[in-house]
């Protein structure tokens, strides 16, 4: 009978380091900014780091396939644009909107899976193609304002419609008075997306085809099929980001969706080194995105000036990645 399995050093740090680092942030702000460690605080980073969480979900997922969604930022501003447009200028109720913003979701993932897979395009140039696209398009119904409650229309009309109390609450309701209701369907769908690609046979063809492509076509498994979903998943979850960020802004602002594709990825790709996977998953998605959000929040309460948080988030992303992948190659 053979006893317990031992782990070198560098087998530790490749496993545990990220989760190190952010205790280390976690007690290093902690320390600095008594207020960092309050109960209010730990639910502001959550509702920041739900929507990107969102978002870096839908990134894992392409990526399980060896793909990769860079349109995923721009198809949440885009359903963020049509869910405020069916809300003021059609006045067309909160469910018509939500249905709106989550076609047009699985419509940028239905486009992305055939550029991808029947026209082979690789899908680093298609979803940059898509984003493009998306950005320009989201500004032609408004011809480029945002999207406000009395708004003036082009024809010099004003909107009648608004948003209602009941889309609202859907990025700004706090359930029994504490929990914001981003956070709990960031939880859902991270439970969703673990679930499938750690728990299920979808999971496994999605690893299959993501290590091989050809073997896993070779073995059965319907790869088109497969890279299709995991595309349409990428919009799906893109368009529940926008529709949650339309609810906490109260409007559809051309501006909101430019850092979210960044966000996301970064956080997808901190996620492979969460507990040493090397390779996209769902729950290191969520901590990479928790991370991020941890070490904005920290330097934005010390007061570190704004235009040195990006540089400071980047180099320490850099680090972490670096230290992580090159222990992995030398494992």
Same mark, same amino acid.
């Given at each position: 009978m053979s006893g317990p399995v031992s782990l070198s050093p560098r087998q530790v740090a490749f496993k545990y380091g990220l989760l190190v680092l952010l205790a280390a942030m976690l007690v290093l702000f902690s320390s600095l900014e008594p207020a960092f460690a309050s109960m209010r605080n730990a639910f502001i980073i959550l509702q920041s780091v739900a929507i990107v969480a969102i978002l870096a979900l839908g990134v894992t997922t392409t990526l399980a396939v060896d793909g990769f969604d860079l349109s995923i930022g721009a198809t949440a501003a885009t359903a963020m644009m049509t869910a405020s447009y069916v809300l003021?200028?059609? %006045?067309?109720?909160?469910?018509?909107?939500?249905?709106?913003? =989550?076609?047009?979701?699985?419509?940028?993932?239905?486009?992305?899976?055939? =550029?991808?897979?029947?026209? @082979?395009?690789? %899908?680093? =140039?298609?979803?940059?193609?898509?984003?493009f696209l998306l950005l320009g398009l989201q500004l032609i119904p408004t011809e480029g304002r945002s999207i406000a409650t009395g708004m003036?229309?082009? %024809?010099?009309?004003?909107?009648?419609? @608004?948003?209602?109390?009941?889309?609202?609450?859907?990025? +700004?309701?706090?359930?029994?008075?504490?929990?914001?209701?981003?956070?709990?369907?960031?939880?859902?769908?991270?439970?969703?997306?673990?679930?499938?690609?750690? @728990?299920? +046979?979808?999971? @496994?063809?999605?690893?299959?085809?993501?290590?091989? +492509?050809t073997a896993a076509h070779l073995a059965g498994a319907a790869v088109a099929r497969y890279r299709y979903l995991a595309y349409v998943m990428s919009g799906v979850y893109a368009a529940i980001g926008g529709i949650l960020l339309a609810a906490r802004v109260g409007r559809g602002d051309v501006s909101s969706g430019n850092s979210l594709l960044m966000d996301a990825v970064a956080a997808a790709l901190v996620g492979f080194a969460v507990l040493g996977a090397a390779r996209p998953n769902a729950l290191g998605s969520v901590m990479g995105a928790l991370f991020v959000g941890v070490l904005l929040n920290g330097l934005t309460m010390l007061n570190a000036p704004y235009y040195a948080q990006d540089f400071i988030k980047g180099a320490v992303l850099v680090l972490a990645l670096m230290f992580t992948f090159g222990l992995a190659q030398r494992r």
């Open positions: 003021v200028v059609l %006045d067309g109720g909160t469910t018509m909107a939500i249905l709106a913003a =989550l076609a047009v979701g699985v419509v940028v993932g239905m486009i992305n899976g055939f =550029l991808t897979v029947h026209m @082979r395009i690789p %899908d680093l =140039l298609a979803t940059l193609g898509m984003m003036n229309l082009a %024809d010099g009309s004003v909107a009648t419609g @608004r948003f209602t109390a009941a889309f609202l609450q859907l990025g +700004r309701e706090k359930v029994a008075g504490v929990v914001p209701v981003p956070v709990i369907i960031m939880v859902v769908l991270a439970l969703l997306s673990w679930l499938l690609l750690e @728990r299920s +046979r979808f999971g @496994r063809v999605f690893y299959a085809i993501g290590g091989n +492509r």
